[in-house]
């Protein structure tokens, strides 16, 4: 087997067997075949697609080609949440203990962010003491004791995607449905839960900017995750504006206890409520038959844990068992403070029409709480606190936001950054629906 052949049948829009494509997968990964063969593959197949028995081959062999985890020592149905990306998005922090608060088994191996859009494990890095490197077997002994984990992916998870993405990263091959489904999927499979709940992020903020698209890769991502034996459900959900009011990692923790609290920014508190009503369904935590009834059902038992302090109680425990200190949801000043704090006010009194969310993530990045090269240090205590969302009313004379950083340098060209990614108009605006569309 030739990759050249490889190359040229996908080139003209051909099929690639199973065969074929453990052939390249695995010869990559090896260092077998070389980087420029593999990037001729790469633009074939993001010019001519993959159908979906090609896209589901390519994700478990992909899968495969590291450590897979057994959580088959772990009683009942494990449940994993997955976010393809957006700018302030902390759902994570509340799903996971409310769903292990309604006796749910949530094993989650989060990732670091990059860019404009933070990563979980950054935001729970913020958490003095807290520690995200877990082995296997801690890994599963906590979900067995508290029924929640999150820790950072293991270093031997699908290395072949690894080296992949970096590839496709610099080859402009990154925009293909197929690879982006595949390269999902196959480290949620390698994290071995029985169920996968996808928010599928869409608008100005996400990866996928239109709603179709952000369409087309859930459903791939869903027959790819059925067709592998797992139950696998997506929201589409909105990305046009930062989820909830905070950008920034500790401060996006401090977010999250709100809701955990009952008293969280309603948007926010509207998509995790969502999201947990549908891993509920899809975990068969309710013997309720009629689809109404089980909804229903859903968010009675999320409001009642919350109301009871029950999941922000699973919280500090998830907090401890990995050895942080969770003094800070009572007393926000333990975690760290930054050194400057400047109000941004806009040059204009109107309605807030519109607004460039992954400029606002860059914003936040550059005051600290990003990288932009993945050794970047990032700094726990920056971000942004917004105050006003899409279809509200903005004086020029009330605080638009609040900026956080140690690098009081770059404090002018961030709050210029941050109005110029807010259209402020004269017309009343429409607020936007955060849940877009459940499938």
Known sequence: MRMYDIIDKKKRGEALTDEEIEFFVKGFTEGEIPDYQVSALLMAICLKGMNEEET????????????VMDLSDIPGLKLDKHSTGGIGDKTTLVVEPVMAALGGKVAKMSGRGLGATGGTIDKLDSIPGFSSELTEEAFINQVKEIGMVDAAQTKNLVPADKKLYSLRDVTATVDSISLIASSIMSKKLASGADVILLDVKCGSGAFMREYESAEMLAETMIKIGNNCGRRTAALITDMDQPLGHAVGNSLEVLEAVEVLKGCGEERLTEICRELCAYLYIMSDISDEADEDKRWNEAYKAIDEVIASGKALDKFRQFVKAQGGDDSFVDDPSKLKQPLYKRDVYMDKDGYLESCDATKV?????????GRVRKEDSIDSSAGI?????????????????????????????????????YNVSDNEAEARPVVIKRI
């Not at 589901?56 to 450590?67: N, R, Y």
Request: charged share 30%.
């Open 361 to 369: 993530g860059m914003v936040s990045c550059i005051l600290g709480a």
């Open 385 to 421: 606190i917004i105050n006003k969302k899409l279809g509200d009313r903005i004086s020029k004379d009330e605080v638009f936001a609040t900026l956080y950083t140690d690098k009081e340098d770059i404090l002018d060209q961030a709050e210029a950054d941050l109005i110029a990614a």
């Open 56 to 67: 589901t081959k390519l994700t478990m062999t992909m899968m495969e080609s590291g450590d």
